[in-house]
């Protein structure tokens, strides 16, 4: 009886660490995530679209932008501690003091979107690149701080080398590839209201979900002359499989009508089932991460198949990284830089 009480107790030790440790690892990250909103208080992203700014907004094509607000860098705490000291950029991010940032709200569809800017400093005309971010579900501030971290840290060098880059912050009610697809498209028409943008030189590129966004804009334009996506998801189904709260915390939350038509609104964000749609105009890069536990890197060779099978103009890279290429950031950028420099 007595190994039988040691042995219980010593379970009931291990379950305690056990949740001790899971409680405090979703209690950091919530609490962390509450202070980064907390911190974005009384910004410029902390800006709400008014009912006044739709009244304003009525007679305004898709595209259109209904305001436009240049910001510093060092006014957006939860970014600004990360680059930099003493008040001043890190000396790996000096190059941003040669950029300016804005953020917009633009007319999409029916509504008004935010979305975020970036561009060189110094006087010409440059061709535009659209980006499309990872991530779902954000909403007002949060959203726009997470458009603004992702093309800070995956396109500001791009930036630096003369391009204009553009990134919608998405519509509040995310449909993950349904209907929020326009808020992506309608950009190329925002291009052609920006000073500095040539909007007949327009490429792209997506992220993660933004890869997935980038597939669906070149299904549904011929308007992007290149486009590059790292790590994304070329079938969203099979995603499922390995990671099943895809389906539980996004698809079924987000995507509409998914428990009546499953099948179909799947096969409508997979580019694996309309390959042959994709603009033959265009010209594609793949960025592949073969330590990907997010995105199975077996996507990328999927749809690299498909692509073969039709003579699609397209290079497929990989690299031994994870989701982020977090080792391979210098690596990605180089690339980047060389496919838009050739190609756009």
Avoid at 109 to 138: Q, T
Wanted: with cysteine; aromatic share 10%; hydrophobic share 35%.
């Amino acid at each position: 009886m007595k190994i039988v009480k040691r042995i219980g107790i010593f379970i009931g030790v291990i379950i305690i660490f056990i949740c001790l440790f899971i409680g405090f690892k979703f209690g950091n990250k919530y609490y962390t995530s509450y202070k980064n909103e907390k911190a974005l208080s009384n910004t410029i992203l902390d800006k709400e679209i008014q009912d006044k700014d739709i009244k304003r907004a009525k007679n305004l094509k898709n595209g259109q932008i209904l305001s436009k607000e240049s910001f510093n860098l060092s006014e957006i705490p939860p970014i600004w501690n990360k680059i930099s000291e003493n008040n001043s950029l890190l000396k790996t991010y000096e190059y941003l003091n040669q950029i300016n940032f804005y953020v917009i709200v633009y007319k999409s569809d029916s509504l008004l979107v935010n979305g975020i800017i970036a561009e060189p400093k110094r006087e010409g005309k440059f061709p535009v690149i659209i980006f499309n971010r990872g991530g779902n579900k954000e909403i007002g501030k949060m959203a726009k701080a997470k458009t603004l971290y992702a093309l800070l840290f995956a396109t500001s060098k791009l930036v630096n080398e003369g391009y204009v880059v553009m990134a919608s912050c998405y519509r509040e009610n995310d449909e993950f590839g349904g209907n929020d697809i326009h808020d992506v498209l309608n950009l190329i028409e925002t291009a052609k209201e920006i000073e500095k943008g040539d909007a007949n030189r327009i490429g792209m590129f997506g992220w993660s979900r933004g890869g997935m966004m980038t597939y669906l804009s070149l299904k549904h334009t011929d308007k992007i002359k290149t486009a590059v996506i790292g790590n994304g998801p070329s079938d969203i189904e099979a995603l499922i499989k390995e990671r099943p709260e895809m389906e539980t915390k996004v698809y079924a939350k987000l995507v509409p009508n998914y428990e009546k038509n499953k099948e179909e609104e799947l096969k409508k964000r997979s580019v694996i089932y309309w390959a042959d749609e994709l603009d033959k105009s265009a010209s594609l890069l793949i960025l592949c991460g073969t330590e990907d536990k997010r995105v199975n890197p077996n996507q990328s060779d999927k749809i690299a198949s498909k692509l073969t099978e039709i003579n699609y103009d397209f290079t497929l890279k990989k690299f031994k990284t994870d989701h982020k290429f977090s080792d391979k950031v210098k690596e990605r950028d180089e690339l980047l830089i060389d496919w838009f420099k050739e190609k756009l």
